[in-house]
């Protein structure tokens, strides 16, 4: 029968920290009696206790968590552990064979190998197995033991330590890459608008939680924007969330809009949904061509905030709203028009942004109204576009003492007129334009380049 690996003994041995004491398992079987462990020198007012095992057995019993290091003898014979185990037929010579099945129930610890000086092939190839150092008996002495012990706990450390440090490293590339494929990019080229967004998952190490934004721009130049937030916080939700992006974007795509929009959106969650408990809230805006007019359908989603040319950022009206989304089998969501103006700065946000606490205790609520004026003095500050939504999670998470415990999701939509006024017509946008040096229309050419 296979030894089982103790995994909770391999992790308090690599993690645990040591004292100043260390504490060796040798495992050796000399029938002649030949072999006995140096004294050890205290080096630094370190001592070195030993624990002496005769087989595999009596060794796996011995290996407790304070054990800092093994010494192993590879002529230590072959016994039933490592043939039930099956590693002795694929090991080779019978002493890897026994390392490899010390490595498997240690994966921890720092090993020793042990070996005649007149084998150092051998010894060079438990090194390579696994093993931090290797030993031969005939020069065993106490002050080289003890050197060899720090030496190989310290490279065992070291190397858990790396590996680690690999780990995370590919774990943040795999990251980012899942992140720039869960993450929507805006569709909106040709349009006038200015598109920042800042996300923040509330569980710790996510990538995602159950909010969700995305804007495109469809052919005949309306620009679609929307947000959304599924109730809950782990990663069922956040897929969830995902799906219900990835539908939107296909359905107003398609041409879809409003309550015939939110409908068939409902229709999506009812069917991917986990249990009839989950819903989502939604906020939806379609700005016009010209970018002066929108229409907003809220479905129990926080009303979006605008900020017009010389005028107080305010809430946009949401007494019209639908509920959310999985709530009511046959709910409608209506579409109210909404004049932007010239100059604009519309935000939508998710509840995440003003559930955050403030107050010397932590006891109140940010809310919309705490919201709408930290917005109004980061505006009197000068701020815009991806520093004004830097600046306003910064500033909730600092009200609330911390980090946030739900998901924020922030998307900004901005309007220039003056800006708009000084670009070139749309069929100029994008090239050169060559002037004829001849007053002659006939010879007048406007080759792009």
Not at 19 to 42: K, M, N, Q
Not at 334 to 339: K, S, Y
Not at 382 to 396: R, T, W, Y
């Amino acid at each position: 029968m296979p030894v089982p690996v103790p995994q909770q003994r391999a992790e308090a041995a690599a993690e645990a920290s040591h004292g100043a004491d260390l504490t060796l398992l040798v495992i050796e079987d000399d029938p002649a009696g030949t072999f006995t462990v140096p004294e050890l020198p205290a080096a630094a007012g370190t001592r070195v206790r030993i624990r002496t095992a005769r087989n595999l057995t009596e060794a796996g019993r011995l290996l407790t968590d304070d054990v800092d290091c093994i010494l192993l003898d590879l002529a230590l014979p072959t016994g039933s552990e490592t043939r039930a185990s099956g590693t002795g037929d694929a090991a080779g010579p019978d002493g890897l064979a026994t390392l490899q099945h010390v490595l498997r129930i240690a994966p921890g610890h720092a090993v020793l190998a042990l070996t005649a000086q007149d084998d150092t092939a051998l010894a060079a190839e438990a090194v390579r197995v696994g093993a931090q150092d290797y030993l031969f008996r005939d020069e065993l002495d106490g002050r080289l033991l003890s050197r060899a012990i720090r030496y190989a706990v310290e490279r065992k450390r070291a190397d858990a330590a790396q590996l680690r440090l690999t780990e995370s490293a590919l774990r943040a590339q795999e990251n980012a890459r899942l992140e720039r494929g869960l993450l929507p990019t805006p569709l909106l080229e040709g349009s006038d608008l200015r598109f920042a967004a800042r996300y923040r998952p509330g569980r710790s190490r996510a990538l995602l939680g159950g909010d969700f934004y995305d804007t495109v721009r469809t052919p005949d130049g309306t620009v679609h924007a929307m947000i959304g937030d599924v109730c809950g916080h782990g990663p069922d939700e956040a897929a969830l969330g995902v799906e219900l992006r990835i539908a939107w974007r296909a359905l107003t795509l398609a041409g879809l809009c409003g309550d015939e929009l939110l409908s068939t959106l409902q229709q999506v969650l009812e069917h991917e949904r986990e249990s009839e408990e989950i819903f989502a809230t939604l906020c939806t805006v379609d700005i016009a061509p010209d970018g002066r007019r929108a229409g907003l359908c809220l479905a129990g989603h926080p009303a979006p905030l605008i900020a017009r040319q010389g005028r107080a950022a305010h809430l946009l009206p949401y007494e019209d709203g639908g509920p959310a989304l999985g709530l009511l089998p046959r709910a409608r969501w209506p579409r109210r028009q909404v004049e932007l103006g010239g100059t604009w700065s519309l935000m939508m946000y998710t509840d995440g942004l003003i559930e955050g606490r403030v107050g010397p205790v932590g006891t109140q609520r940010l809310g919309q109204d705490g919201m709408v004026a930290m917005i109004n003095r980061q505006l009197a500050e000068g701020l815009a576009g991806e520093d004004l939504l830097e600046a306003a999670v910064a500033q909730v998470r600092e009200l609330n003492g911390g980090e946030l415990t739900d998901d924020v999701a922030v998307l900004l939509l901005d309007r220039d007129q003056n800006a708009v006024r000084r670009r070139p017509p749309d069929g100029e946008r994008g090239r050169n334009v060559l002037r004829p040096r001849t007053a002659n229309p006939a010879r007048a050419q406007r080759p792009p380049l």
